[in-house]
């Protein structure tokens, strides 16, 4: 492409990633590049039709539009994500941040609004849970758990970008060390690994292919390992009027639910604005 103006690198995207995705989210993604790559509004798009475009630009769009031909997530082709407000970096070390872990934030931060709190996340992934809840409560004391030193490495830098005070630490939920045991916290959030086996078939290429497994697949027979974990847990370092948010396998609900109840703690169960049981309360 050379000499191509607004309108016409919008039929181009059109034209090369039409045939890949569904006509709304061809229209998202080309809004999302747009924005991207030349910071223009909605309004910019049509209204600079006639903008030429320099070759820097038109190179940038070639690369993207390449990706996205082989199911490379748009995000991680930008480098980046919008998450409650807040922009967060994203590589394939660490999870896309997706709209019902926005709901469930929310849903925190509708239910708990103290001055201070000790709160872990564990699997924090880029960390978009807990900077918007530090962005959002800039009072509590928040550490945010993971078991990739390349994801605390994205967390970190997100953090730094989003001006949030975190502790972050290396650690796996399956086995904790000594310092996260030692620890009492007034809430627990997560949005562990619990696809299954089962699921993975039917499963986007685009998560499937690119998106850490690490991050989205239970390890061994028991999708619900880390919920039992995080259960045991909680059973001796929650503090007694202290609460959980977890996001869960829409496929599971009433079992997670279940493993919390057997260790004495009641449950609440929220459906996602899709109407599935995507969220659980822990009190």
């Known amino acids: 492409m050379t000499n191509t103006t607004v309108f016409e690198l919008g039929n181009f995207l059109k034209k090369e990633i039409g045939p890949f995705y569904p006509k709304e989210e061809t229209d998202a993604m080309i809004y999302r590049i747009f924005q ?14 006639d903008t030429k475009l320099p070759k820097s630009v038109l190179q940038q769009v070639e690369k993207i539009t390449g990706g996205l031909k082989k199911f490379v997530p748009l995000q991680y082709l930008l480098g980046e994500t919008c998450f409650y407000g807040l922009t967060f970096l994203v590589n394939p070390h660490v999870l896309i941040p997706r709209p019902e872990t926005e709901e469930l934030v929310e849903w925190v931060l509708k239910e708990q609004d103290q001055h201070t709190l000790d709160v872990v996340d564990f699997g924090t992934g880029s960390g978009c849970i807990a900077i918007t809840i530090a962005s959002e409560r800039p009072g509590w004391n928040i550490t945010a758990v993971d078991i990739s030193k390349d994801a605390l490495s994205v967390a970190m830098e997100n953090a730094s970008r989003n001006h949030a005070t975190i502790h972050f630490c290396e650690d796996s939920l399956l086995d904790l060390s000594t310092t996260l045991l030692d620890m009492k ?6 949005n562990p690994p619990y696809v299954t086996g089962e699921q993975k078939t039917v499963m986007q290429p685009n998560v499937l292919d690119y998106e850490p497994h690490i991050a989205l697949f239970a390890p061994g027979t028991d999708p619900l390992i880390f919920y039992r974990k995080i259960a045991r847990f909680a059973a001796s370092n929650l503090r007694k009027s202290g609460k959980m948010f977890l996001e869960i396998n829409e496929a599971l609900p009433f079992e997670t639910a279940g493993v919390f109840e057997s260790q004495g703690f009641s449950t609440e169960l929220r459906k996602d604005i899709h109407g599935k049981y995507r969220m659980l309360k822990v009190f």
């Open 36 to 49: 991207h790559v030349l910071n223009f509004s909605r309004a910019d798009i049509y209204l600079k039709q």
């Open 185 to 190: 916290f007034d809430l627990i959030v997560s």
